[in-house]
């Protein structure tokens, strides 16, 4: 039986640095086909670290907007399988806004490993509101019919962790391998009630101040059984350093405490950046990534 795995990254990070011109690389640019719903695209992007071609690619999936970057090494409606990375923003942010920023270094290391990166903007200030979850379901309709999808990745911070959470526990898509999330919010009880405003209005805009909506959509309610066999990596700050905004005791600490008896892989990691992203999480969010997939057959 052949085995794949799709991260491969310090063999294909070796083997990308090794390579020079851009130049051999854009003569071989093979820019895929229109996508269905395709609003714009910028083709033949270089990653910086693999020198991987790409097309970063606007779409629209049933009213929601979604960026994508997909490497050229990928054939639409191929049966070899690929893997795929949904990244999920927080507030203030939207899909355009989170790969052209924040995501698209980590997007990049992504295509780099022949996986496809696609963020949607339903994004965090709808949080995990029956709208987002429909979003998300969409989302991966939309994906799977156009490609062999049987590895996926959550990456999620800030306020995108409710959805990502959601999306883990209620199983909105299939083959979730693992979730990697940063300074990411779990319970949006603590949020509605608590001391921060601009959190405690966002959630209420999101489920029109009804606080049993807010409880039945709430992903600290999912029971922990839901998480059995999952991965789960947590990056918060650390208690000299404390991200406010997201208290880490009421959102990724109490979330992977809850699961780590029965998760497969439930860890936590600290930094001093309150609730800023450690550059360190792009690397070793690939890392993590790595560890968690168990290959693909062909």
Known sequence: MDRRHFFTFATAGALALSLDPLAAQTAKAATSPKLPSEVSRVANVVTPVGRKLYDSIEVDIQGDRARIFLPQSVTMRSATPVGAVWFYHGAGSDHNKAMSGGFKYAAELIVDQGAIAICQNVGGTQFSNPFAQQVQKNGWAYLSSLFTVRQNFLRATSGGGNLAIWTQGKKLMPYIKGLYMVNANYD???????????????????????????????????????????NVKAVVSDAAHPDTT?????????????????????????????HDTPSWTNRDMVTVFSRWSQGLKA
Do not use: Q
């Open 246 to 274: 997201v208290p880490p005791v009421d959102h990724g600490i109490a979330f992977v405490n809850k699961i780590k008896s029965v998760a497969a892989d439930a860890t936590i990691a600290y930094h001093a950046l309150g």
């Open 188 to 230: 949006l009880e603590k949020m509605y009630y608590g001391s921060n405003a601009n959190y405690s209005m966002a959630v209420g805009l999101a489920f029109n101040n009804d606080p049993a909506l807010i409880a039945a959509n709430n992903p600290a309610r999912i029971g922990a059984w839901a998480y059995s066999g999952a």
